[in-house]
Structures are given as structure tokens and as C-alpha cells.
């Protein structure tokens, strides 16, 4: 991936329509806004509401989003503090399109790709060299720098509820940095689509499953090894 | 040896107790709608000095450039202490308002005669500027996209 920036950090093009007319294309719908769906329609419902003020409406997104957003930081091992800070500068960003966002049922998607910008941003701000090519990549050779210590503010194996968990949690961060960023972005909640995961990481779709299986496989023989 | 779908379910239960999103953050996330601003025209970050393909060491201040309608915002930021300053101008020049608003405050000044401001003092983070015309009419007030400083 070429970080470009000529139109600063926004989300994806197909989703945001230009020119700008409030409320442009938005998706027709003919069911009731409820909080609890996921499908298309209710999301075209949330955002119209959302950006014409309707702070439920919004609570419903965030409510639905937040940790797949959260998720996207913390896959980039950014701390605590910096995790925040990429999850506000994302909502923010949405707010700022809000009265533009064409493709409800890409919301994820587009969240998910937003994150990830705004990590590297962030990354990119505080001096550090974000190379050409996909994030995992960039993951993947900060997963060599760090080594296996453990990012600061991350579950300390020691308060982890039993032994199965803190084996299974060290052999995690002992994963390629690739593996781990993959793997975060999987467990987020609700479980992402792969649609969602490709917007977080920048790989095509169809590489999701392989390295999926790839990077479970690896953790899943450690673990039964270490038995 | 333990399933794939098995040992994913386990690190999202753990990462669920261990990792959410802290209460901040969402209370921070869900607050976010009070930035809604449709009354202003969005003026896109067109330039940005720290987009380089090599990174400049040292001091070297950061050049941004929006771009709202017919108005060009050019602002310099210089890291001072724990947050930065502002210095910036608008082009062409216009009597206006501008605030640097962030999630931590707002600061307002104007723009003098040759369309220059300046803030001291704005705590890093994510930042944008709201420019408004003193005179009623004269440009369509503008919020700049939001930057992180």
C-alpha cells in the first residue's frame, strides 16, 4: 500500500460522494432504524439520523463499531494512550463525513480503513518510518523490534483467569507480527467480516482465509506442543 | 489439537476481558457527535509537510495547507513543550474569525490585515480550525478536516 494523503485522511473514496450534497444518495430504506440489526438498512437509518443531530442514533454506531475500531489500533501494538487517540481522530473523522456516507452497509469497512490510517498517521507523526507495502508488513517488522516482550498496557500473563489462558495468550504475542495483527483485527467484537479485516490490513479478501488457517495452525501446534 | 474456531473464540474471550475498549474511550467516541458542524463548508487538508517519503530530523516546523471554496488556510505548527503553536494565513486575505478547536478547548483569534493568525499553546492531538468571515457574506464559513497535532 502507497500511503498517499493529497486529500488527507478520509475514508474511501466509493464511500465518500463529491461533491458534497447533504444527504446525497442515501440509501432508501423501508424498515424501522433498530439498534440491534447490522443489516444495510438499519445502518442507512442510523447515519441519516445520526446526521441530523439524533445522538441515539449515533450511540448505536459507536455501540456497534467501537471495538473493531479499538481492535484496528490496538493490531497496530500501539499502547493504550495511542490506541485512544486513534480511536477518537476515527469517530471524528466519521462525524465529519457523517452527512456524506453513501455505502451504509460498507460502514465497518470504512471505520475499519479509517482506523488503520489513522494509525499509521499517528505512527508517521511520532517520527517512526512506516515503509511502502501492506501494513502487515510494517506490523510484521515492528513484530522484529519488539521481539516478544509484551506491548505495555496489554493483559499481564500473571492476572490472566487460568494457566490455559496465559499459555495461550504468551504463544499469541510469540506469533509473527503479521499473525498478531491479523489475528486482533479477527477477535474483535462482534467478529468483523472479511470484508471489514481486508479494510483493516490492506490485503485482498482472498488472502484473509489462507493466512488465517496459516497463522491458527502455527498457534494451535505451539499449543499443543507446549502441553 | 484444540480447533481454529475454538482457539479464535478463546483469545476474543480473553481479549474481551482484558483488552475492550476502555469506558473513556467509548464515553470519548460517543461524544463525538457534538462536533457535527453542517452549517460549515469542509475545507480539505490539501498539503501536508509530514507526508514526505523521507522523514526530516529535528525541529523543522510542519506545513499544512487547506482548502475550502476559494480560501486557501496555510498554518505552521512548531512542537513547544508538550503541545504546539499555531501560526497561519489565510489567502486571499479576508477579515475573519478563526477558532482551533479540539476535544480539549477551543482558542478564537482573527486574522490581521495580511490574513496572519497565531495560537500559542494548543495541546497536541486531534485539532481543526472554524474560519467565519466578519463580514456577513463574504465566504461560506469553513471547518477544516480534522488533523492530529
Request: net charge negative; hydrophobic share 45%; with cysteine.
Amino acid at each position: 500500500m502507497h500511503h498517499t494523503r493529497g486529500r488527507g485522511v478520509t475514508g474511501c473514496g466509493a464511500l465518500v460522494a463529491a461533491p458534497r450534497r447533504l444527504g446525497a444518495a442515501m440509501l432508501p430504506f423501508g424498515a424501522m432504524a433498530d439498534p440491534e440489526s447490522t443489516g444495510e438498512h438499519a445502518n442507512a437509518a442510523l447515519l441519516r439520523a445520526a446526521a441530523a443531530g439524533d445522538q441515539q442514533a449515533w450511540e448505536s454506531i459507536v455501540d456497534r463499531y467501537a471495538n473493531l475500531v479499538w481492535s484496528v489500533a490496538r493490531s497496530f501494538q500501539l499502547g493504550q494512550s495511542d490506541a485512544a487517540d486513534v480511536s477518537q481522530a476515527t469517530w471524528l473523522r466519521l462525524v465529519e463525513h457523517i452527512a456524506d456516507v453513501r455505502e451504509a452497509d460498507k460502514l465497518g469497512s470504512w471505520l475499519a480503513t479509517t482506523a488503520r490510517r489513522e494509525a499509521i498517521a499517528l505512527l508517521r507523526k511520532g517520527g517512526r518510518d512506516v515503509p511502502a507495502g501492506s501494513a502487515g508488513d510494517f506490523v510484521g517488522h515492528l513484530g522484529v523490534q519488539i521481539g516478544l516482550d509484551p506491548v505495555e498496557d496489554e493483559p499481564d500473563a500473571g492476572v490472566l483467569r487460568d494457566e490455559r489462558d496465559a499459555v495461550l495468550w504468551q504463544e499469541f504475542r510469540a506469533l509473527s507480527g503479521q499473525c498478531q495483527q491479523l489475528l486482533r483485527v479477527l477477535i474483535a467484537d462482534p467478529p468483523p467480516s472479511y470484508a471489514e479485516v481486508s479494510a483493516a490490513l490492506d490485503v485482498p479478501i482472498g488472502s484473509i482465509g489462507p493466512t488465517r488457517k496459516r497463522c491458527l495452525g502455527t498457534l494451535r501446534r505451539r499449543l499443543a506442543a507446549s502441553i | 489439537m484444540i480447533g481454529e474456531e475454538e482457539v479464535l473464540s478463546s483469545l476474543r474471550e480473553i481479549a474481551g476481558r482484558h483488552d475492550p475498549v476502555p469506558p473513556a474511550v467509548l464515553a470519548a467516541a460517543r461524544a463525538s457527535l457534538a462536533w457535527r458542524d453542517p452549517d460549515a463548508a469542509l475545507a480539505e487538508l490539501v498539503r501536508d509537510s509530514l507526508d514526505r517519503l523521507i522523514a526530516v530530523r529535528g525541529g523543522t516546523p510542519r506545513v499544512l495547507t487547506f482548502l475550502g471554496g476559494a480560501l486557501t488556510i496555510d498554518v505552521q505548527v512548531t512542537a513547544r513543550g508538550g503541545g504546539v503553536d499555531v501560526v497561519g494565513e489565510l489567502a486571499p486575505v479576508v477579515p475573519a474569525k478563526v477558532v482551533i478547536e479540539s476535544p480539549g478547548g477551543s482558542h478564537e483569534t482573527a486574522a490581521d490585515g495580511e490574513g496572519r493568525f497565531r495560537v500559542e499553546g494548543i495541546a497536541a492531538g486531534p485539532v481543526r480550525l472554524r474560519c467565519e468571515p466578519l463580514v456577513e457574506g463574504a465566504f461560506v464559513p469553513l471547518r477544516t478536516e480534522w488533523v492530529q497535532l
